[in-house]
């Protein structure tokens, strides 16, 4: 935990805290069955505005990673290695904590009709590793920073655009040969995944092994951090505000026309992390930074993104904190009218829902959750506080 370093962008930091924000708001409903359209994931093809917030942050990320990389010169050295690999491996392992977590309140309310004591049940369910989820956000976000940075430090950098270009359409060619647009565990991306994770150990979807932070789709994620990358690279060695804008609208929309032109041909599908949600994502991701940086940086409207400026310092350390808050919150137990329910039961179905309805309720709980999770970041924030993961 170290004071918040000087000269941080931030149009950079509003747009991390935006995308941690809609992250934690969209993990977080009242109800999964009583939550508004736009809130909700798309079931396969297609793209709501909740689709886009875990692919904004790891474009941030990619610009991020320039700007850390760029105080080593990007040279390999074993202290700049050695840094990436204990990042990757620590994030990595709080994902799996997190998805232990979860899992062993799953198990232990799942223990009940064994009438087992306390502490069996209590030891059986923590030690359920069997049924582990390998993969998850945090995961995808270890292995593609990982994966990003010692790219950054081993190539030239005028080569990362040609390792993003083939890396897409290498994952395009994997997709339209191996049945990967497809829903089904025949497909390529499920295949593969239940061959190395083991289907156990997977997330999912409808009943079906199919994993959206699955080991090959993290492939294509990789050139999603690199594209952000390349703009963290623009940003940087452009100094006027005016250019950098301009820079970031001409590269925004070229990806995003590309994306969705391209979506005839291969489906802009984020639970297999299609080329052309790559490309599109990015795209709408460097728009929204240089409309930022017009409103923030050039005309000087500031006060509205205090809000999301406490996320955007902080964002991993929130995340994983809202990660643990919510399993909390979802998970544990109290009894109540004879009968054992959640806090967030209680919360929704008790104080909301009667009074403002199934969707409403459902809404103001998650903005509850954001609210309090705010809370603790704008104490951070406040006291110049930075923890780094």
């Known amino acids: 935990m170290t004071q918040k370093p000087s ?16 992250m934690i708001m969209v993990n977080n409903s009242g109800s999964g069955e009583y939550t508004y359209a736009p809130l909700k994931h798309v079931a396969w093809d297609g793209l709501t505005p909740t689709d886009l917030v875990f692919p904004f ?25 050695l840094k990436i690999l204990k990042r990757t491996i620590v994030i990595f392992l709080i994902g799996l904590g997190l998805s232990w977590l979860g899992l062993s309140f799953r198990t232990y309310h799942m223990l009940e009709p064994d009438n087992l004591g306390f502490w069996e049940r209590f030891f059986r ?41 083939t890396t897409l359409l290498a994952y395009f060619l994997l997709l339209a040969f191996g049945n990967g647009f497809e829903k089904s565990e025949d497909s390529i991306v499920s295949i593969v995944d239940q061959a190395i994770l083991g289907i156990n150990h ?66 802009i599908n984020k639970k ?68 054992y329910i959640s806090a967030k039961g209680y919360i929704y179905s008790v104080l909301l829902q009667p009074y403002l309805g199934d969707y409403f309720g459902a809404l103001i709980y998650a903005l509850i959750f954001v609210g309090i999770c705010w809370v603790v970041g704008n104490i ?7 923890i780094k993961i």
Request: aromatic letters at 14%; proline letters at 4%; glycine letters at 10%.
């Open 7 to 22: 000269g941080r962008l931030l149009s950079l930091d509003v747009l991390r805290g935006i995308t941690i924000a809609g």
């Open 57 to 81: 942050f790891m474009f941030i990320m990619g610009i991020s990673t320039y700007i850390s990389l760029r105080k080593f010169n990007f040279e390999f050295n074993t202290p700049t290695l």
């Open 125 to 165: 369910a923590i030690t359920d590793f069997g049924h582990l989820r390998t993969l998850g956000v945090m995961q995808r976000l270890a292995l593609t920073y990982g994966a990003a940075s010692i790219i950054a430090i081993t190539v030239k950098h005028k080569y990362i655009p040609y390792i993003i270009g």
């Open 202 to 267: 997977m997330y999912k979807d409808s009943g079906l092994a199919i994993d959206p932070e699955g080991l090959l789709s993290t492939i294509p994620a990789i050139a999603h951090v690199l594209i952000g990358f390349c703009c963290g690279a623009l940003i940087m060695n452009t100094k006027d505000n005016d250019k950098r804008i301009s820079q970031l609208f001409i590269v925004g929309t070229i990806l995003t026309f590309a994306g969705f032109l391209l979506s005839y041909g291969c489906p």
């Open 272 to 339: 297999i992390w299609t080329p052309t949600f790559v490309l599109a994502t990015c795209g709408l991701a460097s728009l929204l930074l240089a409309l930022l940086i017009w409103i923030i940086d050039i005309k000087g409207h500031r006060k509205w993104s205090v809000f999301f400026e406490s996320f955007g310092v902080n964002p991993l350390f929130i995340y994983v904190m809202a990660g643990v808050l919510g399993t909390l919150a979802y998970q544990a137990v109290f009894p109540y009218n004879g009968e």
């Open 380 to 386: 951070l924030y406040k006291k110049n506080i930075y």
